[in-house]
């Protein structure tokens, strides 16, 4: 399993284990928790740039503290997140402009839901409003 300086965040898990269920309990909520960045990660893969690397890596960590699936995942995912940024460093100007404009495009993005009610208007629009 995963160990590094955030190990010691993880000791709560110990006497939770020691209840009846803990150890269940556990599981399922390392797993949520991790999934809730992932999700997050491929959310932000809606922007360009790389923004959507970090959290798919903290998500990965946190279930690479309980499954040993995912801690061979997150080396295999660490490999490609390090080409990656090798590559942004080879063009920090592009990397930076496109990271940026996907910001921009996603704050204009909300101020647009936010300013013209979409989301009420979709939810008319499917009979939910």
């Not at 269940?24 to 991790?34: L, T, Y």
Request: no cysteine.
């Amino acid at each position: 399993m995963a160990r590094s300086l955030l190990s010691p965040l993880w000791e709560w898990k110990r006497p939770m284990r020691r209840t009846p269920g803990g150890a269940h309990a556990v599981k399922v909520i390392v797993f949520f928790a991790g999934l809730f960045f992932i999700l997050l990660g491929i959310a932000l893969a809606a922007l360009p740039g790389p923004l959507t690397i970090p959290p798919i890596l903290l998500g990965l960590y946190i279930w690479s503290t309980e499954f040993a699936w995912a801690d061979r995942l997150l080396d295999r995912a660490k490999r490609s997140a390090l080409e990656a940024w090798e590559k942004a460093k080879e063009k920090p100007v592009v990397t930076a402009l496109v990271t940026v404009s996907g910001l921009i495009a996603f704050g204009v993005g909300v101020w647009l839901v936010l300013t013209y009610d979409l989301i009420g208007r979709v939810k008319e629009m499917v009979g939910l409003g």
